[in-house]
């Protein structure tokens, strides 16, 4: 790699956000422990597979929370920094060491680059015996469920692609059957005169459905008729739907067996996707949508047959209810976290289902280049609702959840005003709204670009959106006032009534304070404040006891 190379690399890097868990800078001025460099190049290693990454950066010469380059002196020689590289390879799995040592001369001062290969898969990486990982920028052991999910990327035998002993053609449903070659034929136009030759034991085999005539997993799952289910035992092939009201309750429900690729489309005929109604600014007129896109319930339900773990022997649920879609499948989230999928916006480089996935591809119920998660979310970002919900923190179970209706007016607004917004900002608006905790980088990415406001992590949509959107009174309410306005009504009251208890100046200020805060938050507040008035300012004091305070005036 060239130095300017290098140079357009470090530039690149030092930009990212540093909570970047597959990349370190160390200032490193003449020297670096050892065997901290081995532990970053095992935590590094396993990150980047983790995020999907070809490798991890550990920088010399750079400061990690300023990002400047201050230079280093770390092993001056060129000699003695090659060396390194067998020194790693010692104390690690498999010998795995460095991809590449760089160096970079730069006015102010030499910056050394490790590139770190990725972990291979399903081997996660160890140092001395040891495997670590990032806890955001700390460096930590790695823990069990992120080892398991390394090595769970490479399995022996793919068990959607395993043979149903005794199971013949006759076991698949006429039907079924007919619209896979239907689906096969959109998939490749160009191959439709070919197709309406072929019998169906050829079309199966070019389909990647069977394998030499043999009737698989993949095949009975997809076009097997009901009472062929026996052939997947002991794992289990059915999708459940659930009708759930208001209160939870079950209201319906139904369970589906093979074929399933005629059977989901009579699980999307069970979902009442109803009409909604909301109203844009300046306007009389609603805008009137369906709850759900229809591709998006296609995609969640598909990922679930495409994704299930079957060996678990659980099914895949569907919960309906009033605003909601919640779809739940067995297995853990292969690619980590949601966000690496979006931002990779390629094919994973393994699926657990492999021999099914390729089935389900050429049958036209999936897409591996994977943009379909990417697809959801835009499509979501592009009828001003609510991004589906991914949780993946359960070693056994993946849980999508769709919402139908309008969470937040003022993030809905916010959408429709400012289009240019990218996909990660929106996914961080998304979680301000739902009220999930952002981390400090989401939250001063959001800050910066002028779109949130309060004290982290109690954070709301700025005044500048809250006015764009006719929505002040709300803003003023979370927003709420200063402290000199509230010392002044304690002031007032003081005066007025010669002294207040806690119990007054709580019903005093608490419908004053903002609704960002919890009640607990509220009574922390309002004790500082006193106790500023009291200590600092030097404006009251306390005649009464600590348990019974008697507020009056210096």
């Not at 390394?150 to 053609?169: H, Y």
């Not at 052939?231 to 139904?254: H, M, T």
């Not at 993946?392 to 993030?411: A, C, L, Q, S």
């Amino acid at each position: 790699m060239t130095q300017e190379k290098l140079k357009e690399l470090l530039n690149k890097l030092r930009s990212l956000p540093s909570e970047t868990e597959w990349m370190e800078f160390k200032k490193a001025a003449t020297n670096f422990h050892f065997n901290d460099i081995g532990k970053y190049f095992s935590a590094l290693s396993n990150e980047a597979n983790l995020k999907m990454k070809e490798c991890g950066w550990l920088v010399f010469g750079v400061e990690d929370k300023t990002r400047n380059i201050v230079g280093t002196r770390y092993r001056i020689n060129r000699q003695d920094l090659d060396s390194l590289k067998g020194e790693i390879a010692n104390k690690t799995t498999n010998r795995i060491t460095f991809v590449e040592i760089y160096e970079i001369e730069l006015p102010e001062g030499r910056v050394i680059m490790f590139q770190i290969p990725a972990a291979p898969q399903g081997i996660p990486v160890a140092w001395e015996g040891h495997y670590y990982g990032r806890d955001g920028e700390s460096l930590s052991a790695l823990n069990i469920q992120e080892i398991e999910q390394i090595r769970n990327q490479v399995k022996k035998i793919d068990w959607s692609a395993q043979l149903c002993e005794g199971a013949t053609i006759d076991d698949l449903m006429p039907e079924a059957i007919d619209k896979a070659k239907n689906e096969y034929k959109k998939k490749y136009p160009q191959l439709v005169a070919e197709v309406d030759k072929w019998n169906d034991i050829t079309f199966l085999n070019k389909a990647k459905i069977t394998i030499q005539g043999k009737i698989t997993r993949t095949t009975i799952i997809l076009l097997g008729k009901p009472e062929s289910e026996h052939f997947v035992s002991p794992g289990v092939a059915k999708i459940s739907w659930i009708l759930k009201d208001n209160n939870n309750l079950e209201k319906d429900y139904e369970h589906f067996a093979p074929p399933f690729i005629l059977n989901v489309d009579a699980i999307l005929g069970k979902i009442r996707n109803l009409k909604y109604r909301y109203l844009p600014d300046n306007t009389l007129f609603p805008i009137e949508i369906t709850q759900y896109e229809p591709y998006v319930i296609r995609e969640a339900l598909h990922n679930c047959i495409a994704h299930q773990d079957y060996e678990l022997n659980s099914r895949v649920i569907i919960v309906e209810k009033p605003d909601e879609l919640i779809f739940t499948n067995a297995g853990t989230f292969i690619p980590g976290s949601v966000e690496a999928v979006i931002e990779q916006d390629a094919p994973q480089r393994y699926y657990r289902n492999q021999f099914l996935t390729t089935a389900m591809v050429n049958l036209n119920m999936i897409d591996t280049i994977g943009g379909g998660i990417k697809k959801m979310f835009l499509l979501q970002r592009n009828r001003f609702f609510p991004l589906p919900s991914y949780e993946i923190d359960k070693p056994d179970e993946v849980v999508v959840k769709i919402t139908g209706k309008v969470i937040d007016e003022n993030y809905t607004k916010l959408l429709r005003e400012k289009t240019d917004l990218d996909i990660k900002t929106i996914i961080c608006l998304d979680k301000v709204q739902k009220k999930e905790k952002l981390n400090k980088e989401e939250y001063k990415k959001l800050k910066k670009q002028g779109l949130v406001e309060g004290r982290y992590p109690s954070i709301f949509v700025v005044s500048k959106i809250a006015a764009i959107t006719d929505d002040k009174s709300r803003y003023i309410k979370h927003r709420a006032f200063d402290k000199q306005y509230y010392k002044g009504m304690v002031i007032k009251f003081i005066k007025k009534f010669g002294t207040a208890s806690r119990k007054d100046i709580d019903d005093l200020l608490w419908s004053k304070l903002s609704d960002v805060l919890n009640e607990k938050q509220k009574k922390i507040k309002i004790h500082n404040l006193l106790n500023e008035m009291a200590n600092k300012d030097r404006k009251i004091k306390n005649d009464g006891s600590d348990r019974k305070p008697k507020w009056v005036l210096r």
